[in-house]
DNA sequence: ATTTGACCCTGCATGC
DNA sequence: TGCATGCAGGGTCAAA
């Protein structure tokens, strides 16, 4: 389900209501997750207050605080004597794998199948993590979060500065793997799926099967261009949803309408009305039009 | 070093 | 109707 546009757009839809919350209760009902939910992962999240949210790449980051405390590294004055633990400062780092997804809800909505975690606020909302595959996982971050190894390699954000056709070219140099491949590989750049690789690649001219090391600069700066406007196009539709994906508020995504290739082989293409060719790359599938790309 | 394949898991569409 | 098969938005790891 989720590449950058439908992270971003769940971002931007549960922010409002869980910034600023204090987490006072936490259901774990499937803990089994791609990575195991931890042990303590209850104690140290009831009582914490949440931060502004951020993303990189898939990743949503929820920083925590300890609701009570004033100063940094101060400590409640009962928490001893209670032997309660004080939750200290971290990030919740979330991946929603393939079929994932966040959602806010009331206190008393009946989880369904597949609400495999709640974070109940103070104020009655929830926040309900709902995965079908369970390719997702949430692990608490206490240090920085860019020293950790998942975060450490991962190449520029595609809306960013850092990303251009020049670092795809300069990275592409003597790589004989297909481009569709090369331009999901994150340590070239982030976040772009399966999904929007191939609407790139279309709205590039590019053929998805041609080797990354010999495309030329100027077709890379084109590259460049198409990932960041079909990126930012995705946003501003609130996502794309296959199945079941849908915003943190329940809203689902309009992108689908807008796509050019993914999931229409067999069709005929918008652009000269050829029939979309379906081959495997990299173990994806991957839908092309044999006149428009090259 | 680069690239490929298996694997994690459930649900759904398809074909027999 | 049931059953087997293949495929699905992602990422990691081992092996070639």
């Known amino acids: 389900m989720p590449e950058l546009p439908e992270v ?59 609701a009570e405390t004033d100063t940094p590294g101060g400590r409640r004055e009962d928490a001893g ?10 990030t919740l780092l979330w991946h929603l794998g393939m079929s994932g997804s966040l959602r806010i809800a009331r206190l008393g909505e009946l989880p369904k199948k597949h609400d495999h975690i709640d974070l109940v606020f103070d104020d009655g909302g929830l926040l309900r993590y709902h995965d ?3 390719f997702g996982f949430v692990d608490w971050l206490a240090g920085g ?18 990303f251009d056709g020049e670092r795809l070219y300069r990275l592409s140099r003597g790589r004989r793997m297909a481009v569709k491949p090369f331009l999901m590989d994150n340590e070239v750049v982030v976040g772009v799926g399966n999904i929007y690789a191939a609407e790139a ?24 261009a198409a990932v960041r406007e079909v990126l930012a196009a ?6 794309t949803t296959l199945r079941d ?25 918008r ?24």
Do not use: M, W
């Open 8 to 66: 971003e757009t769940t971002r931007r839809g549960i922010a409002p209501h869980v910034e600023g919350r204090e987490i006072v209760e936490v259901i774990v009902r499937q803990g089994r997750l791609r990575v195991p939910v931890p042990d303590d992962f209850v104690d140290r999240l009831v009582g914490s207050r949440i931060g502004p949210l951020a993303r990189r790449a898939k990743y949503l980051l929820i920083p925590l605080r300890p």
């Open 81 to 90: 004597a209670a032997g309660v633990e004080v939750p200290s400062s971290g």
């Open 132 to 134: 079908p595959r369970r």
């Open 145 to 162: 979060v860019e020293q950790d190894p998942r975060l450490a390699r991962l190449g520029p954000e595609p809306l960013s500065d850092p």
């Open 201 to 224: 690649l279309f709205l590039a001219g590019i053929d998805p099967r041609r080797a990354a090391g010999r495309i030329s600069l100027e077709r890379y700066e084109r590259l460049a």
């Open 234 to 239: 995705a946003i501003t539709q609130g996502g």
């Open 245 to 269: 994906f849908v915003s943190g508020t329940g809203e689902p995504g309009y992108f689908k309408q807008r796509l050019n290739v993914y999931g229409r082989h067999g069709q005929a293409c």
């Open 271 to 294: 652009r000269c009305g050829g029939e979309l060719r379906l081959v495997t790359l990299g173990q994806r599938a991957s839908v092309f039009c044999i006149e428009c790309q090259h």
